[in-house]
C-alpha cells in the first residue's frame, strides 16, 4: 500500500492501544503497540521506518522523557503526542522539545489520520534523502577520493552532497592545495546535472583577450571548440582563479548569468585562490557578480585542521606510490606521525602528495627519513616535541590507529597476522578497532 509504512503506538492503556491501532490499520498502516516508553524504545531506533504516536501521562517513564530520548536518537522522527484535556503546558513542552503535533484527548480519528499522513510523508522524505546520501557518498568514486574522518571533512562531504543537489552557482574558497577543484568536480557528479558536461577553464592561465575568446568567443578558426559558455550548456562550467577576471570579462560574465534565468541553465562553480594571501573574492570582484556566484559557498579545510586525516592521507599515498615503484612503502615511526601531525603544510594536500612519493623514493634507496623531508619542507620547523599544540595522549592514539591500520590492510583484514605482529592478544585488538571506528570487512581482499 502506499502508505505501508511502520507507526509504533505507545500508551499503557491497552483498550486506547488497540483504537488506534485498529483505525490507522484501516488506513493502510503497519502498526505496532508498546505499553510502556521502555519498550517502544527497544525497538524505535534512528532509522525507525515510520513515526511514533505516544501518550504524555504513562507510568515509569512518562511522555515527554520518550520524546526528549527520540529527539536525542533521531531528531527529524515524527512523534505526535496525545494530551489530556487542559494539559495545555504539556502540549506546549512537547512542542518545544521537537514533536511533530500532539492530540487531545478525546480526539477526532479523521484528524489522527490526517497528522499520521503529513508525518509519515515527512518521515518517507527524511529517510529517502538519507538513502539518497549514502548512496552517493559511498557509491560516488570521486566522493572516495574525499579521504578522511575528521569532523571538517565530515563537514565538507555533506555539503557537498546538500549543495550538489541545489541548483545555484557556488563559490570555493580555500588555501592553495586543499583541493578545491576536486570539490567542484564532487558536487558536479553527485548533482542533477552530472551526465551533463563538465566544462574547466583557468582564468590565471590565460591572457584577457584569449580567456574572453575562450569563455564567450568568438573561437579561432583552428580550434575547434564551442566558447565555454555555449560548451557547459545544461551543465558545469568551472571557472579556476576567479579572482584573475578583468572588469570587463566580470561584466560579461554577470550579463551572461543574469540572462539564463532561474533556474539557470548552466551552472557556474568559481574557486576562489585569495585566501592564504590575506585577500577575499569579494574584495577583488564586482559585488554584484560577487553575490551571484557566491549564491551558494563551500570552503575547503586547510590540510592542518584535519588531525589524523594526515596520517591516512600519507598511508594511502605512499603505498600508491609504493606500488608505482615497485617498491616497500616506508614505515612511519612514532616520532614521525607526531612529525607529520603538526607539520603546519602551508601547501595543504598538493604538498603532502609530494612528500609521499619522495619517502617511497627515499625508502627505496634505503636512505634518509619522513622526518629529514619535513625538515626540508619546513626551515623554521624545530624538532617536534610532542607535548606541544595536542595531549601527547592523542598523539600516541593516532599513532596506534594508523598502525593497526596499516596492519590490518596489509594482511587482508586476517585477525591472526595481525595479532601475530603487533603481539595483541584477540580480545585487546577488538577493543582497539572499536575504539577507532576499524571494522575488519573493509579490509578483506
Known sequence: MANAMKIAIVDDEQDMRQSISQWLALSGYDTETFASA?????????????????????????????????????????????????????????MRIGAFDFLEKPFNPDRMSELAKKATNARRLVLDTRALRRELAEGGQIMKKLIGASPVMDRLREDILDLGQADGHVLIEGETG?????????????????????????????????????????????????????EARGGTLVLEDIEALSDAAQARLLSVINDQGTPPETRIVAICNLQDEGRTCESVLRSDLFYRLAALKITVPPLRARGEDILALFTRL?????????????????????????????????????????????????????????M???????????????PLKEYVEAFERMLIDNTMRRHKGSIAAVMEELRLPRRTLNEKMAKYGLARADYLA
Open 178 to 230: 586543499t583541493g578545491k577543484t576536486l570539490v567542484a568536480h564532487a558536487l558536479h557528479a553527485v548533482g542533477a546535472r552530472a551526465g551533463k558536461k563538465f566544462v574547466l577553464v583557468s582564468c590565471g592561465a590565460h591572457d584577457e583577450d584569449a580567456l574572453m575568446q575562450r569563455l564567450f568567443g568568438p573561437m579561432q578558426p583552428e580550434d575547434s571548440r564551442l566558447p565555454a559558455i555555449e
Open 376 to 390: 626540508s619542507d619546513h626551515d623554521q620547523m624545530q624538532p617536534v616535541m610532542t607535548t606541544e599544540g595536542k
Open 318 to 374: 605512499s603505498e600508491q606510490f609504493a606500488e608505482e615503484y615497485g617498491c616497500e612503502a616506508p614505515k612511519v615511526s612514532a616520532q614521525e606521525a607526531a612529525q607529520l601531525l603538526q607539520a603546519p603544510w602551508p601547501g595543504n594536500v598538493r604538498q603532502l602528495i609530494n612528500l609521499a612519493e619522495r619517502a617511497v623514493l627515499q625508502s627505496r634507496r634505503g636512505q634518509g627519513t619522513i622526518a629529514s623531508l619535513l
Open 38 to 94: 521502555e519498550e517502544a524504545l527497544g525497538t524505535v531506533g534512528p532509522e525507525y521506518p515510520g513515526i511514533v504516536i505516544s501518550d504524555i501521562k504513562m507510568p515509569g517513564m512518562d511522555g515527554i522523557q520518550l520524546l526528549k530520548k527520540l529527539m536525542g536518537a533521531d531528531s527529524s522522527l515524527p512523534v505526535i503526542m496525545i494530551t489530556g484535556h487542559g494539559d495545555v503546558p504539556m502540549a506546549v513542552e512537547a
